[in-house]
Nanobody, 128 residues
Framework: EVQLVESGGALVQAGGSLRLSCAVS????????IGWFRQAPGQEREGVSC????????LYSDSVRGRFTASRDTAKNTVHLQMNNLKPEDTAVYYC?????????????????????WGKGTLVNVSS
């Protein structure tokens, strides 16, 4: 059974940091790209990063590039999202998924293996 479980969301002050985790079971994070997405209240879901299954660099949206860093721990089959210098506009529910899409890097990016699995999300609330 495939499962993705996010954790690490919290209430944090602007300028602070959080580290989200996405624990994966049912497939290896070494073999598939993993996307991080977020959805703020009243807004559409957006892709914020894609850690790819190749040696290509991780992709980020313009809004988080330079502040967020995605990483992969193959021993624990977990993907992390380190978020620094958080801003109130980062407030959202954050999801990980077994696919990537969104305006990442230089344009629209899509990476899909016919496997559409999502976690239930973790809430990040950044106060001003």
């Amino acid at each position: 059974e495939v499962q993705l479980v996010e954790s690490g969301g919290a209430l944090v002050q602007a300028g602070g940091s959080l580290r989200l985790s996405c624990a994966v079971s049912g497939f290896s994070v070494a073999d598939y790209a993993i996307g991080w997405f977020r959805q703020a209240p009243g807004q559409e879901r957006e892709g914020v990063s894609c850690i790819r299954d190749t040696d290509d660099p991780t992709l980020y949206s313009d809004s988080v590039r330079g502040r967020f860093t995605a990483s992969r721990d193959t021993a624990k089959n977990t993907v992390h999202l380190q978020m620094n210098n958080l801003k109130p506009e980062d407030t959202a529910v954050y999801y990980c998924a077994s696919l990537c899409n969104g305006y990442l890097g230089d344009g629209y990016y899509n990476r899909y293996y016919g496997m559409d699995y999502w976690g239930k999300g973790t809430l990040v609330n950044v106060s001003s």
